[in-house]
């Protein structure tokens, strides 16, 4: 059975408006998640680190007021787009790894349209 | 630094016939490889993985790739296509370090005809 799960799976949300994003581990504590962005046909693209307790750490050319991390306990982190535009329609996919040197745990993604 | 390059974008063939998806990788100690794949709208699953173990290394689904120090190669393959495993394939590495993201090379989109 999946390990981290996210919601929603899809989302259609109206230009302006916020949306936020789960990421749950199911039966493990993870201090760090990751977040991933996905255009069509591309490959994942890593946007941030999500520690918990502490702030995100965002790759370079993410805006992190536009995209806010929170991390507020070891099973779960969230992802917020703010004031969503068009161009923020994409595939969101969060991960998580349960120990060192081993395969990260992804979530079934969520397909954000922004109309 | 690590990275992972896979050669081709897309690889097409027959139902039966072998599959082979390249993958090389670049590191400066013994990485921890994947092989991924994410059919239409769906999310990721692990095919299989390489830790430091046996060198040749099994998955799910009939495919199995080798870890090539000597080429720094994984390639994955599988003996005979299936129409089920069209989808996109990513060849991943770990970087090894706590708290660190996977690194994910571009993908290959494998087509399967009957």
């Known amino acids: 059975g999946a390990v981290v799960s996210q919601h929603p799976s899809r989302v259609i949300c109206k230009s302006g408006t916020s949306v936020k994003i789960e990421c749950r581990s199911l039966d493990f504590q993870a201090t760090t998640m990751f977040w991933y962005r996905q255009f069509p046909k591309q490959s994942l693209m890593l946007m941030a680190t999500s520690n918990e307790g502490s702030k995100a750490t965002y790759e370079q050319g993410v805006e992190k007021d536009k995209f806010l991390i929170n991390h507020a306990s070891l099973t779960l982190s969230t992802l917020t787009v703010t004031s969503a535009h068009p161009e923020d329609s994409s595939f969101y996919i969060c991960?998580?790894?349960?120990?060192?040197?081993?395969?990260?745990?992804f979530g079934q993604g969520t397909r954000l349209t922004v109309v | 630094a690590q990275s992972v390059t896979q050669l081709d974008s897309h690889v097409s063939v027959s139902e039966g016939t072998p599959v082979l998806l390249r993958c090389n990788y670049s590191s400066s100690y013994s990485p921890s490889l994947f092989w991924y794949v994410q059919h239409p709208n769906k999310g990721l699953q692990l095919l299989l993985k390489y830790t430091s173990a046996a060198t040749l290394v099994k998955g799910i689904n009939g495919f199995e790739a080798e870890f090539k120090k000597s080429e720094t190669s994984f390639h994955l393959t599988k003996p005979s296509a299936h129409m089920s495993d069209a989808a996109e394939y990513f060849c991943?590495?770990?970087?090894?370090?706590?708290?660190?993201?996977?690194?994910f090379g571009k993908g290959t989109t494998l087509s399967v005809s009957s």
């Open positions: 991960s998580a790894p349960r120990e060192m040197n081993t395969e990260a745990f």
């Open positions: 991943v590495v770990s970087p090894n370090q706590a708290g660190t993201a996977l690194i």
